[in-house]
């Protein structure tokens, strides 16, 4: 197959693989063959979201608990060898897609592979009375199939047919080494990498390797922005009440799919927009603020700590990386039978907020604006990006003039100009090349 990340063994190619009747129950050849410590080309130490995710799996018994899947429903004729070699090429450019995660006397570790070894048939149901109730069901029965995470596939899937306009592929993962957020990245490569082999043009890999997500937690762990994050979340989580449940059993998770749906009608959905814009809020924050309410009617509990997903995807580079990120925020409320439901939105919104910064151009001047929103501090910074001959200083005094004696660009939210940190005048009348740097609320020019 013709890739384009650097040169690997070739796995199974697309004209061997082999298209098997869809029956319901697990499909034995989409497994991967077993892996040895001989065929790893690196060997890799766990982030840390993948460590509580390998300790949980080493609490339970084998099972399906940390199994993810999802298909996507292609409508139209496909070129099913053209696909299926889409996907060996992914699985090359992806380290996560070669991972095994195997025990050593360090501890654990990511074994990422030399090549993909596994297997993505091509299933069909075309023939079956109902294809998509007989596929949905052989696709359960794929998540449902417990995985070992040192020797069984850790990322897979396969195309199914269900008539010859009507597809569906389907990928399955253990949490372990990717989350929804790379399980995305994953199924936009795909499509970019069929579509561009349909057209015959090359397209460069945009994946990272997992060894840069390690340098950016190794970064940010000697980072100052580490040593404030633990000490905001040790005062906030200080002296937290023990976990609640709704749940009448406690039973351990024994894996499985439990489905429950309600719409939420378009009216309600409008009006709780609404609702939220009155206090500044947004829709996700006001159900956040409901579930709340609802467990504290469900269990009087006024001490109430919510843990919501997030990506943990702060910049671009892990932006690039398909992996297991995925971390868990606290949001704390404290609840009481007088409490409004506007104050309870207000406080969920509020929570974690921050000082904002704000960086734009002008015309040769430097200046600084603040003003309050929400109770939180915005800051302008207004700085010309082009190195040019310092403008006479009348230039700068006439603007901070101006600026006096203006409006308010925005007269809800008084905004006041401030001078840069070591300067007397409110614009600057200097060259530009001006180096801003911000340490919490003290900001730095240079």
């Known amino acids: ?200 043009t090359p397209l460069p890999c945009p994946f990272l390797p997992l060894h840069e997500q390690l340098a950016q937690e190794t970064s940010y762990r000697e980072s100052k922005r580490f040593e404030r994050d633990k000490q905001y979340w040790s005062e906030t989580l200080s002296g937290i009440p023990d976990p609640i449940s709704l749940s009448r059993n406690g039973g351990m998770r024994s894996g499985g799919l439990l489905r429950s749906r309600a719409p939420l009608r378009r009216d309600i959905a409008e009006r709780l927009s609404e609702i939220g814009q009155e206090v500044g809020a947004s829709l996700p924050q006001v159900l956040i603020a409901l579930i709340g309410a609802y467990y504290y009617r469900s269990t009087g509990q006024e001490d109430l700590v919510l843990g919501m997903p997030v990506s943990a995807r702060v910049n671009k580079t892990l932006r690039q990386i398909p992996s297991m990120m995925a971390n868990a925020v606290s949001i704390r409320l404290a609840l009481s039978p007088e409490m409004s439901l506007t104050t309870l939105i207000e406080q969920v919104a509020n929570e974690h907020d921050h000082e904002i910064t704000l960086l734009s151009g002008e015309i040769h001047v430097a200046t600084r604006g603040t003003f309050e929103t929400r109770g939180k501090t915005i800051h302008q910074l207004v700085a010309s990006g082009i190195s040019h001959t310092a403008p006479p200083v009348t230039f700068a005094r006439a603007l901070g003039l101006l600026a006096w004696i203006g409006d308010n660009p925005l007269p809800d939210r008084p905004t006041k100009l401030k001078p840069l940190p070591e300067r007397k005048g409110t614009y ?19």
């Open 1 to 200: 197959m013709d890739h384009s990340t650097p040169a690997r063994a070739s796995t199974a190619p697309a004209t061997n693989t082999k298209t098997i009747k869809g029956e319901t129950g697990r499909a034995t050849n989409t497994a991967l063959s077993p892996r040895h410590e001989s065929l790893a080309a690196e060997f890799l130490p766990l982030a840390r979201a993948q460590r509580g995710m390998w300790v949980a799996e080493r609490i339970q018994s084998k099972g399906a608990v940390y199994n993810l899947g999802e298909y996507c429903e292609i409508f139209g004729p496909i070129d099913e060898s053209a696909f299926i070699d889409a996907l060996y090429q992914v699985a090359e450019e992806s380290d996560t897609a070669r991972v095994q995660i195997i025990e050593t006397e360090d501890g654990p570790r990511q074994a990422i592979m030399d090549c993909y070894h596994g297997h993505f048939p091509m299933v069909d149901f075309s023939n079956h009375a109902t294809p998509l109730q007989a596929a949905e069901q052989w696709m359960l029965d794929e998540i449902q199939a417990p995985t070992d995470i040192a020797t069984d596939p850790l990322w897979g899937g396969a195309l199914i047919k269900l008539a010859d306009d009507h597809y569906c592929w389907f990928h399955r993962v253990h949490h372990v080494v990717i989350d929804g957020f790379g399980g995305g990245l994953m199924a936009r490569r795909l499509a970019e990498v069929y579509n561009h082999r349909a057209l015959g």
């Open 428 to 446: 600057c009348a200097a060259r530009n090349y001006l180096t801003l740097s911000r340490d919490d609320t003290n900001w730095h020019a240079n």
